[in-house]
T-cell receptor, first 110, second 113 residues
Framework: SQQGEEDPQALSIQEGENATMNCSYKTSINNLQWYRQNSGRGLVHLILIRSNEREKHSGRLRVTLDTSKKSSSLLITASRAADTASYFCAAMNRDDKIIFGKGTRLHILP | NAGVTQTPKFQVLKTGQSMTLQCAQDMNHEYMSWYRQDPGMGLRLIHYSVGAGITDQGEVPNGYNVSRSTTEDFPLRLLSAAPSQTSVYFC????????????FGPGTRLTVL
């Protein structure tokens, strides 16, 4: 079964608005990562948050991690058309396995 | 650096045929992995390797073989292709295993008729 589960499955927002995606996982992790995938392309790494961190920022991205709830969220502020993509969380298990979620499809409306 | 390269980009097979998907990286990464991506299923780990000569199974290993004779190459072999193996396959590598960023190849789109 999938370790990471994103919510929502799809999200459409107006350009300039903020987008929030959530991820839940099931077992203990070393870290959790977020990736972006543009249509027909490979995945691109966005941000990594370690299990002992609670919040991390990178440009317009903000990631939080709550290990007690086994959940993480990705916030994209001031969205742009170029942010249209699928976003995946990836939970890094302590046995060297990486489990990806099913992804959130984000569509930025002009 | 070319990063992670995959060949071919597209492949059509008939049921029962065998083939090898190639993956190579020029970043001297120890950790490499193979995923398949199906609509609505996200990415699922097939096999992974923590270094040359060491491989292990992921979430969906059945029907696939891997070997890691060099640090650079991590081929994925389909022994007897089945329509259920129609998917997009991604190879990834990392210098620090699961503790760091994964670098992905562009993918191979495989169709099994």
């Amino acid at each position: 079964s999938q370790q990471g589960e994103e919510d929502p499955q799809a999200l459409s927002i107006q350009e300039g608005e903020n987008a929030t995606m959530n991820c839940s996982y099931k077992t203990s992790i070393n870290n959790l990562q977020w990736y972006r995938q543009n249509s027909g392309r490979g995945l691109v790494h966005l941000i990594l948050i370690r299990s002992n961190e609670r919040e991390k920022h990178s440009g317009r991205l903000r990631v939080t991690l709550d290990t007690s709830k086994k959940s993480s969220s990705l916030l994209i502020t001031a969205s742009r058309a170029a942010d249209t993509a699928s976003y995946f969380c990836a939970a890094m298990n302590r046995d060297d396995k990486i489990i990806f979620g099913k992804g959130t499809r984000l569509h930025i409306l002009p | 650096n070319a990063g992670v390269t995959q060949t071919p980009k597209f492949q059509v097979l008939k049921t029962g045929q065998s083939m090898t998907l190639q993956c190579a990286q020029d970043m001297n990464h120890e950790y490499m992995s193979w995923y398949r991506q199906d609509p609505g299923m996200g990415l699922r780990l097939i096999h992974y390797s923590v270094g040359a000569g060491i491989t292990d199974q992921g979430e969906v290993p059945n029907g696939y073989n891997v070997s890691r004779s060099t640090t650079e190459d991590f081929p994925l072999r389909l022994l007897s292709a089945a329509p259920s193996q129609t998917s997009v396959y991604f190879c990834a590598s990392s210098p620090t295993g699961t503790s760091g960023e994964q670098f992905f190849g562009p993918g191979t789109r495989l169709t099994v008729l």
